[in-house]
Structures are given as structure tokens and as C-alpha cells.
């Protein structure tokens, strides 16, 4: 929290429908002392067609310093950037120049799916044993999806992590507690349930994910299932408290069947096993049905579709991302088990399509998604990108693309910053990395 305000964004920008494109990875200048601030300064091309960059991660963290798999040497340099449809992984050196950022190496799908018998890698996590990173399913597109690791150094696919998955089927994120040897993970469906875009038919039978897994970090092994139940669907984004002491952390739900509700849940140790508590419901808000897509035209309503959520380093403050409505929202976790709403604007949305202060007179389509904190938490960015197939069914007129950034208050409140309004002609941006790191890249082994 003490290191310098970070200078650059590296931001994930995938090419829309029908666009002859191949994706990239951009850099945009967050310095507010520079005269190109909030532009684009750089990218770095993909060099194949297709690939879906999604979620990507740092080479290395603090949990590279921890006592009983040291890697004191390596350093935050590289990132681990994955296609989310291509199955393909690209390492991209960040120096000497970070706004030339080059790409080192790239591990193709045959060589992931022969040494795990995973394909879609999703999300990435430096661990100390090396780097983590989790795969949706199966190379034929169903499942299991799991967890598979690379080599820190050489970015060598070393193979599967689980060494008995349990009951585990579905896959998304993951994230752990290097203090309580606990790994957890969440649902989202096999790549076949998404890639075409959400089922209406498997969505209304409760087949998405609904379930968080704990796992033996060390041994590898599952350990309990945590049900949230089945109309809860779409059990996401996941982030534990920082604190190595403290074992809890939240996890983001994207809908629930019984009224398009959105919400936030607590896990947490209880006598000696885990549980979970919703601590967090978002209602859905009315709307006229001509308003409305194909899809929600029924339901008269415009759902949150929580589907981003981030933890300031210090565990104060969570920041969630309500993509369907428009809503992005700020609580007090300091007492986790009772969040208190401290923020909220609202930018884009299905309905509202609320503009940007910068330009007042501009409708904007997408919503708050993929959000990142700084370092310090006075700084937060987001895009508006969920998923290419999803994006077009929630915003069939289009999804545009842009980045904001917000200030956020030392004891609360968020407010846009009127200066910082990235927007994208070319490319879709969906997820954000902050140079020398941000609140959701690091794991802490010393309290």
C-alpha cells in the first residue's frame, strides 16, 4: 500500500463480432501528471486470430516470498495472458519499457490440453509453488474444468492440480488462504453451457454453478462442497481477506431464480469447517419491457448480474460491479459479517444507459464490470465488457467499449473522475492489471 501510485494500466481488449482483428493487450497512461493521460500508449498485438483474452495475471507476488516454497529471486515482470476461447497462453514481458510490452513465449492449446486435459484457461494466480490457473472444462468443451500450474521461471505447463477433485465439477475462479492451507474455488458452467452465450433452458433448470469447493491446498485434495443453493446461479468472482490471519473472504452471485436478485456471500470458518452467509442482496429494479432484450422482455425487470467484485487491500472497502443495471457500488466490510453501503454511481446499464461526466450528452451501453483498486484504494478502474457472446445478448445494440476510472474518499464515497474516459473504437476492453501490481493480484504469507 506504501509502494508509488502505479503509472500504467495494461488492459485486456478483445475484437467484437465479426471483427478481423486479432486480439491485444493495451497499455493506457493513469498518470494524472502526464499530458497522455487516460490514453492509449501502447499494445502489444496477439499473433493469432480468435483468442478471447479475458483474465490475466502476474508472473510473480508477495506469495513468492513464503517460508515453505521460496522464490525470493523472481520478480512482478511478466504477464500470464490467456485466450479464454483460443485455449492459447501468452507470456508478455513488461520491461524495460512498459508501454513496449513484448510478448516471450506462447504455449499452445495442444500442449495445454496433452498435459492437463483442460482447455479454456480462465483465471491466473502467482502461488508460491509457481503460477495457478484454472480452465472452464475439458479440451471437448464439457468437463471437469480444475486448476493446472506452470513453472514460475520457464512457464513450462507442469500439469493438473487436484490430485482428488471430490464431488468438483464445474469450474471458475479460485483463490486461497496460504495462512490456513485452504484453496477455495467457484462455479461457472463447462464451456459448451457458455461460449454460445447464456441458456435460457439450463438457466431456469439451476444447471450453472451454484456451489463453492474448499480444498487441502497442500495435499491437493477436496475437502467440503458449500451449496448456495440452486437458484442461486453463477457463483463467480472471489476474494478473500488479505489479512493471512484472517480466513473469510466474499464471492459474487450473479443471479438468483426466484427474483433476479444479485448478491454478495461471506465465507468464513465456523467451528472448525467452513460455511457461507449472504451478506449482500441487490434487488432487481422494474423496467418498461420495450426496453428491454429478447431475454429479460418477460420478466419485466433489469437484474444486477453482479459480475465483478474487489477487496481493498486493507479489507476495508468491496466494490461491486451490478453490469445489468448500471449500479456500482462501494460497502464497509470492516466488520464482514455486516457491510454497510458507503458508494455508489452508475454509468451505462441495459436501461439507463447513463453517460459519462466527461461527455453528459452520450448514452452509454455495457455497465460496470471487471474492476480493479489500487494499491493504496484511492484509485479504482473498470470496463464494461462482460463476454462477447453474452454482451450481445444483454446489449443486442451494441455494447461499445470503454474504461473509467474513480476517487474513493478515505473513509468512503467513490465519485468518477471527470478527466479519465477511455473509450474504444477497435476493440472491446474487458480486464485491468495495474503496474508493480493492485488489490487483487497478491497473497500474503507474513501478517
Known amino acids: ?137 475439458a479440451p471437448n468443451g464439457d468437463g471437469p474444468g480444475g486448476i493446472f500450474m506452470l513453472d514460475c521461471e520457464t512457464f513450462e505447463v507442469l500439469g493438473q492440480w487436484e490430485v482428488n477433485r471430490g464431488p468438483q465439477f464445474l469450474q471458475y475462479d479460485f483463490w486461497w488462504h496460504l495462512g490456513f492451507d485452504t484453496l477455495l474455488s467457484s462455479e461457472w458452467g463447462t464451456p459448451n453451457m457458455i461460449e454460445n452465450g447464456l441458456q435460457p433452458d439450463l438457466l431456469l433448470g439451476s444447471k450453472y454453478g451454484h456451489q463453492m469447493h474448499v480444498w487441502d491446498l497442500r495435499r491437493r485434495r477436496h475437502l467440503q462442497a458449500l451449496d448456495l443453493g440452486k437458484e442461486q446461479q453463477m457463483v463467480l468472482e472471489m476474494r478473500p481477506a488479505h489479512d493471512p490471519t484472517k480466513a473469510y473472504g466474499f464471492v459474487g452471485v450473479v443471479v438468483s431464480l426466484k427474483d433476479l436478485s444479485a448478491s454478495v456471500w461471506l465465507w468464513h470458518r465456523n467451528n472448525g469447517a467452513w460455511d457461507v452467509k449472504k451478506v449482500i442482496e441487490i434487488p432487481a429494479e422494474p423496467a418498461d419491457p420495450e426496453k428491454l432484450p429478447p431475454m429479460l422482455k418477460d420478466f419485466k425487470a433489469v437484474p444486477p448480474l453482479v459480475s465483478d467484485i474487489d477487496l481493498s487491500l486493507d479489507d476495508r472497502f468491496l466494490y461491486v460491479s451490478c453490469w445489468g443495471t448500471g449500479e456500482f457500488l462501494q460497502y464497509d466490510v470492516s466488520d464482514p459479517f455486516n457491510p454497510k453501503k458507503t458508494g455508489s454511481v452508475r454509468i451505462g446499464g441495459i436501461v439507463n444507459r447513463t453517460p459519462h461526466p466527461k461527455q453528459p450528452d452520450q448514452p452509454l451501453a455495457g455497465g460496470p464490470q471487471m474492476v480493479e483498486v489500487s494499491r493504496d484504494g484511492k484509485r479504482i478502474y473498470f470496463t464494461n465488457s462482460l463476454y462477447a457472446a453474452w454482451d450481445e445478448q444483454f446489449y443486442p445494440d451494441g455494447v461499445g467499449s470503454w474504461m473509467v476510472k474513480l476517487d474513493a474518499g478515505r473513509n468512503g464515497g467513490i465519485a468518477f473522475d471527470e478527466n479519465f474516459f477511455l473509450e474504444s473504437n477497435d476493440y472491446r476492453v474487458h480486464q485491468v492489471r495495474l503496474e508493480g501490481g493492485d488489490s487483487s493480484s497478491d497473497s500474503f504469507c507474513f501478517p
Not at 525470493?72 to 510490452?101: A, Q
Open 1 to 137: 500500500m506504501q509502494a508509488p501510485p502505479e503509472k500504467y494500466a495494461f488492459v485486456a481488449a478483445l475484437n467484437p463480432p465479426g471483427s478481423k482483428l486479432n486480439d491485444a493487450l493495451l497499455v493506457v497512461d493513469v498518470d494524472p501528471s502526464s499530458r497522455t493521460y487516460g490514453q492509449r500508449v501502447g499494445e502489444v498485438k496477439m499473433p493469432a486470430f480468435g483468442d478471447e483474452l479475458h483474465h490475466f495475471g502476474w508472473n510473480a507476488c508477495s506469495s513468492a516470498l513464503c517460508p515453505y516454497a521460496p522464490h525470493p529471486h523472481v520478480e512482478r515482470r511478466y504477464l500470464v495472458v490467456p485466450g479464454l476461447r483460443s485455449s492459447r497462453i501468452h507470456i508478455i514481458d513488461t520491461k524495460p519499457n512498459p508501454r513496449k510490452p513484448k510478448i516471450v513465449k506462447v504455449i499452445e492449446p495442444e500442449e495445454i490440453f496433452a498435459r492437463t486435459n483442460y482447455s479454456r484457461p480462465h483465471t491466473v494466480h502467482c502461488g508460491p509453488e509457481g503460477i495457478y490457473m484454472s480452465a472452464l472444462g
